[in-house]
Nanobody
Framework: VQLQASGGGLVQAGGSLALSCSAS????????MAWFRQAPGKEREILAA????????HYADSVKGRFTISRDDANDKVYLAMNSLKPDDTAVYYC?????????????????WGPGTLVTVSS
């Protein structure tokens, strides 16, 4: 599966952004989808993951209550709605996919990656 994220940009602290990730390839509905981010000098961290049909969802503590992951299997897309953004949310955001065999929360658990989209939150 090939992934392409979009929707990044510059936003003021307290604002909102919505990221979208389009997937090409078949059987999208059978993939676990996730959003990660990587800030300069930091490890890549998972933000949210969603299982098949949205049956299982995980959020990192750092974004719980502010970010929402969702998927549209009919259109092969996964979304990340981001609210109450903070300067610490500044990073490159990546969508990732893994065939639904094992639920994983580490970057090494995901085989397919999009090229990333930059989110910058100004103070």
């Amino acid at each position: 599966v090939q992934l392409q994220a979009s929707g990044g940009g510059l936003v003021q602290a307290g604002g909102s952004l919505a990221l979208s990730c389009s997937a090409s390839g078949d059987r999208f509905s059978m993939y676990i989808m996730a959003w990660f981010r990587q800030a300069p000098g930091k490890e890549r961290e998972i933000l949210a993951a969603i299982g098949r049909s949205g049956s299982r969802v995980h959020y990192a503590d750092s974004v719980k209550g502010r970010f929402t992951i969702s998927r549209d299997d009919a259109n092969d897309k996964v979304y990340l709605a981001m609210n109450s953004l903070k300067p610490d949310d500044t990073a490159v955001y990546y969508c990732a996919a893994e065939f639904d065999t094992n639920w994983g929360l580490l970057q090494y658990d995901y085989t397919y990656w999009g090229p990333g989209t930059l989110v910058t939150v100004s103070s």
